[in-house]
Nanobody, 128 residues
Framework: QLQLVESGGGLVQPGGSLSLSCAAS????????IGWFRQAPGKEREGVSC????????NYADSVKGRFTISRDNAKNTVYLQMNSLKPEDTGVYYC?????????????????????WGRGTQVTVSS
């Protein structure tokens, strides 16, 4: 079973940056499309970004476009989320999720229930 582990969260001031990582163990990550989600207290989990297997198709929620960048290094079995110009409303627990897709499929930010594997999350807090 694919295991995902997020890291890189923390406390940052508004306008700051963080880089999250999603590392896979036990199975190679390049069979999977990866999505990043976040969940703030009292709110539903929302999709933030996704990347396809080859890394040449990405997508972003409108709220993070131009500020977040998703990438992957299949040789390292890791997907990254670079977050710049962070805002207090970016606060939440960030999760990565995986779903197997064909090699040439384009990524879309799917509903949470469409992903097969999830990490346990990493907390991101944006506050002064």
């Amino acid at each position: 079973q694919l295991q995902l582990v997020e890291s890189g969260g923390g406390l940052v001031q508004p306008g700051g940056s963080l880089s999250l990582s999603c590392a896979a163990s036990r199975f190679v990550l390049d069979y999977y499309e990866i999505g990043w989600f976040r969940q703030a207290p009292g709110k539903e989990r929302e999709g933030v970004s996704c990347i396809n297997r080859r890394g040449d198709s990405t997508n972003y929620a409108d709220s993070v476009k131009g500020r977040f960048t998703i990438s992957r290094d299949n040789a390292k079995n890791t997907v990254y989320l670079q977050m710049n110009s962070l805002k207090p409303e970016d606060t939440g627990v960030y999760y990565c999720a995986a779903v197997p897709k064909s090699l040439f499929s384009l990524c879309v930010i799917r509903r949470p229930g469409e992903y097969d594997y999830w990490g346990r999350g990493t907390q991101v807090t944006v506050s002064s």
